[in-house]
């Protein structure tokens, strides 16, 4: 095994756990998290309409990891992205997807999140999306937090990446639009979503628009449907758009609205990411399958050490079909479900809770049988008692590096922000 995979002490991995399962503490400073949040007057009042709107955005709690369990998620996510860029497991992977996806115009896709629950084994990784948001509001979320304590403060002490984290995303994009576009200057980036003011996580674009644009970059918050393909290019308001920071669940550029889009990348017209090819080879769960099974990925030719860390590192996860259906319904109290094209965790099950109702459905879509690897807990302060909340950790990554951690705490079957005390909650590595 990797040395950097084995916990040096084990006293690190023990004192993040005594921390999240003991250290009831709210760190989150309010006050410091506003002057983050509304950091120019174009943002002012920022802070109070997440308050007002979102009032469970936000945790006022961290959490705590080793230093082997981040080296773990790392090596998962470096795994992952070689076995992508195998020839068979990219074929498999595109054969699978609408055509749209075999387009290859360079970039890799911005702003990959990895989701792990923290288990005994090691975090395991459940799932993996390709638009994953709220990488912005965490990082401002972790420069607000305060010590309330000496043993906290030393716990608390910002890593190197919370303090360039601006810096690497706007690189992120404009290595994207070199990939694709070369040395030509960048000049207009759109944000893009279905009345992006209505999502839940707007506020975040209002502070990408103004990151872009004290880089010198024009940036607009753009619905889809107001995109327009003429005269061979992809405009907004009369402009022609450069760029298109993609926020849509419709990962295929299927839905009529998003015709515009679809055309302009389709003609290689606008750079787009994350785009239709990142989602097969990534965030389809079906990948899964054969991310966590010895023999496919021995069949795909994955070296020795990349397999175990995929093996170690991701749930067994097969595809649910007619043939196996009798024995997934059987063990499904050991398993979870979840739809090949999902997001959000729209229409996922856990198997205990599993109906026969949600089970016809099951078989009728296209699912994945995951093995049900239950998320740690954290404790926290909920009016004025101690909580135990559920977490998973999401790893930003990008071109198989990981960017920030954060982490989300909730209760109920999935992640949600409806839980008191719960939302976003930043990821402190001991040291």
């Not at 003991?22 to 506003?34: H, I, P, V």
């Amino acid at each position: 095994m990797n040395a950097a995979l084995v916990e040096p002490p084990i006293s690190a991995l023990a004192d993040a756990e005594a921390l999240n399962r003991g250290c009831a503490c709210r760190t989150l400073d309010a006050e410091r998290l506003r002057r983050q949040l509304e950091g120019e007057p174009a943002l002012a009042g920022l802070a109070d309409e997440i308050a007002l709107t979102r009032p469970h955005l936000f945790s006022r709690t961290a959490v705590f990891i080793s230093p082997a369990q981040r080296a773990r998620m790392a090596a998962t996510a470096r795994a992952v992205q070689e076995v992508a860029a195998l020839p068979r497991f990219r074929d498999a992977g595109l054969a699978r997807a609408p055509a749209i996806a075999g387009l290859d115009f360079g970039p890799q896709g911005v702003f990959l999140g990895f989701d792990f629950h923290l288990s005994a084994r090691g975090p395991q990784l459940i799932e993996i999306n390709t638009n994953a948001g709220g990488a912005l509001l965490n990082t401002a979320l972790a420069r607000a937090q305060r010590a309330c304590c000496d043993e906290m403060a030393t716990a608390l002490a910002p890593g190197d990446d919370l303090a360039h984290a601006e810096d690497a995303f706007v690189a992120m994009f404009e290595a994207e639009w070199r990939l694709q576009r070369g040395a030509a200057p960048l000049a207009r980036i759109a944000i893009v979503d279905d009345a992006p003011a209505e999502q839940y996580l707007y506020p975040e674009f209002r502070l990408f628009a103004r990151l872009f644009a004290n880089r010198g970059i024009e940036a607009v918050i753009a619905d889809a449907r107001e995109l327009e393909w003429r005269d061979g290019s992809l405009r907004h308001g009369g402009q022609t758009l450069d760029l298109v920071y993609n926020r849509l669940t419709d990962f295929y550029f299927e839905q009529p609205e998003h015709a515009a889009l679809r055309a302009a990348y389709v003609a290689g017209a606008v750079v787009v990411t994350p785009h239709p090819r990142a989602h097969a080879l990534y965030a389809d769960k079906r990948n899964l399958v054969a991310l966590s099974d010895a023999h496919a990925l021995g069949a795909l030719g994955v070296d020795a050490t990349t397999r175990a860390t995929l093996l170690a590192g991701v749930p067994r996860t097969v595809a649910v079909t007619a043939e196996n259906a009798a024995a997934l319904w059987a063990q499904r109290r050991e398993l979870f479900f979840k739809p090949a094209l999902g997001y959000g965790s729209k229409a996922a099950y856990r198997g205990d809770k599993l109906t026969r109702r949600a089970w016809e459905d099951i078989l009728s879509r296209t699912y994945v049988a995951q093995a049900l690897i239950p998320p740690s807990e954290r404790i926290v302060q909920v009016d004025g008692a101690a909580t135990d909340l559920k977490l998973d950790v999401r790893a930003y990554v990008y071109a198989g590096e990981i960017q920030l951690l954060a982490a989300r705490l909730y209760q109920g079957q999935t992640t949600n922000f409806r839980t008191a005390g719960g939302g976003f909650a930043p990821v402190f590595v001991l040291r």
